[in-house]
């Protein structure tokens, strides 16, 4: 593995269907060449991610777009014009060249424009778009630095450096209906916000869209993880650290992390991963309790984080 802030080195790998782990703004991606199967393979692999669950493709212009999908609908350009470059994927029909391991075998790609300016020129310096998951082991916690990738997948063959990302936790994905949006995956970008370009399609979203991204476990640390609740109360906490949003629950505990200094929730959406990294990698801690907050627009994003890594946990 190799490391530095070479984009042309990192570009040059791509297209020798190489992987290289690039920063996004919502978290580390593992990038290959999207249109390579061998180099795809090569994701899945390096992960251990089930062939069941499809990647997301990135672009850095409409061109790119053009060539994943034969839909020339005037609402993805108004999404694409509000949205893009930004946290926002959009699920739609694939063309041909997008190989059917990207999309495990379905007959929709997830695109998106990445707003991290490194990511955009590594995808436009390596001509092709980009598949990329989160730079993590699957079902464990993503990555927000390139130290964090180095911890779970030292093998990669190129890690290109770009600081903290800045919103931390992963995309939101829609898919179009005859009736407007359906979010698949809940993000920094909201329902509310969504519904400002398009109306919501309340209709229950179909199984075969929602299977592969509704895995009941996910982003889970080695340590135990739970969401605070009444419990929380009996647990012996000198070798506990609380992921703090209020501060309302801070006492007693031999570790605290504060995700936000101003009750924001993109604070904690901007530093919910690296708490658990920090807690993960801390030998004092043997359980670590986070702080719940409201299902409503952010809220919604983070609390489905949070549910997801405690959901081995709490069985
Ligand atoms: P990740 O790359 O780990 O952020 O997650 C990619 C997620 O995007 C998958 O787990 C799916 O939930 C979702 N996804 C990607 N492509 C599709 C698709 N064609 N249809 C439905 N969901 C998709
Ligand atoms: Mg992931």
Redesign the pocket.
Same mark, same amino acid.
């Given at each position: 593995m190799s490391q530095s802030n070479n984009i042309e080195t990192a570009a040059r790998y791509i297209q020798e269907g190489k992987l290289v782990a690039f920063p996004t703004e $919502?978290?580390y991606?593992l990038g290959a060449n999207a249109l390579d199967p061998l180099a795809v393979a090569k994701i899945f692999e390096l992960k251990e991610r089930p062939t069941f669950? @499809? +990647?997301?493709v990135h672009i850095s212009n409409m061109e790119q777009f053009a060539r994943l999908t034969p839909v020339n609908d005037e609402r993805v350009y108004r999404l694409a014009e509000k949205f893009w470059p930004g946290p926002l $994927?959009i699920?739609l029909p694939?063309s041909d060249i997008v190989p059917d391991l990207v $999309? *495990?075998g379905?007959p $929709?790609?997830?695109i998106r424009m990445p707003s991290n300016e490194i990511a955009r020129q590594l995808i436009t310096l390596s001509d092709c778009p980009i598949a990329? @998951?989160?730079a993590n082991k699957f079902g464990r916690i993503?990555p927000t630095t390139a130290a964090h990738v180095r911890k779970q997948l030292p093998d990669v063959d190129y890690i290109l450096e770009g600081g903290k990302s800045s919103v931390g936790i992963? *995309?939101t994905?829609i898919?179009l209906t005859e009736c407007g949006f359906q979010i +698949?995956?809940n993000g920094i970008i909201t329902q509310e916000d969504l519904e400002a370009v398009l109306p919501v399609d309340s209709g229950s979203v179909t199984e075969k +869209?929602?299977a @592969?991204?509704? +895995?009941k476990s996910h982003y889970s640390p080695r340590k135990k993880l739970l969401v605070a609740d009444e419990s929380t109360a009996l647990i012996d906490k000198s070798r506990a650290g609380l992921i703090s949003f209020s501060g309302d629950l801070d006492n007693g505990f031999s570790k605290i992390i504060r995700v936000s200094q101003h009750n924001d929730l993109k604070e904690y959406a901007v530093n919910l991963f690296e708490a658990m990294h920090t807690f993960e990698d801390d030998p004092a801690i043997d359980i670590i309790i986070a702080e719940p907050v409201c299902e409503k627009g952010i809220g919604k994003a983070i609390m489905d984080r949070l549910r997801k890594a405690e959901y081995d946990w709490r069985k």
């Open positions: $919502t978290v991606g669950d @499809p +990647l997301i $994927t699920v694939k $999309t *495990s379905l $929709t790609v997830g990329a @998951p989160s993503s992963e *995309s994905i898919s +698949l995956r +869209l929602a @592969p991204g509704m +895995l």
